[in-house]
């Protein structure tokens, strides 16, 4: 993901402080990301010397300062030219396939517990995601064609994840066939 468009996304939506954007990033499937919360920080500094996002200090009575960014003409700008870019194809990075090549150096009983954890997680994973992409704290839906899109990808993700349920599941089935 490209933090630096995803934050100008964001922002387009409405204006953030550093934190709610770190909330928004923790809390949100859509928002994959997996960098540390230093990298938001200076995502936002460098975005703010470039011009695309503008600051305002928020003094808050016994809390620190609060910087709340919002999107400035060029950001906007820069965001709509990034739109109309080409779209990027997903990654196929999946570890657990090229641990799986591997497994079956495993006894069975072996195979099948790293088999049904895997399951586990995906099928948790699912319903953490069912949960989060409805959320409209996580996304705008300000008009019936953004809130279309964004039920676009719920659908998206929820359906990946019930993919790689059924393609688990079946394989499982697979294998205990393999061994009556």
């Known amino acids: 993901m490209t933090l630096e468009y995803a934050i100008l996304g964001l922002l387009s939506w409405q204006p953030f402080s550093g934190y709610d954007l770190k909330r928004i990033f923790e809390d949100s499937p859509v928002y994959h990301w997996s960098g540390n919360n230093n990298q938001i920080y200076r995502t936002l500094v460098n975005l703010h010397n470039e011009g695309l996002v503008e600051r305002d200090i928020q003094q808050q009575e016994s809390l620190p ?5 919002s999107l400035t003409p060029q950001g906007h700008n820069a965001l709509r030219h990034w739109l109309n870019s080409t779209p990027s194809l997903p990654l196929r ?12 150096q495993l006894s069975s009983a072996e195979l099948d517990s790293l ?6 997680e995906v099928f948790a994973l ?4 069912q949960a ?4 409209p704290q996580l996304h705008p839906a300000r008009t019936m064609r953004e809130n279309l899109l964004w039920d676009s990808i719920a659908e998206n993700w929820s359906g990946y994840y019930q993919y790689e349920l059924e393609w688990v599941r079946n394989l499982r089935r697979q294998l205990q066939t393999l061994e009556v």
């Open 65 to 69: 300062a609060r910087k709340v960014y």
């Open 115 to 120: 088999l049904s954890n895997y399951e586990d």
């Open 126 to 129: 699912g319903l953490l995601v």
């Open 93 to 104: 990075k999946h570890e657990f396939l090229i641990q799986l090549g591997w497994a079956d």
């Open 132 to 135: 989060s992409v409805k959320n």
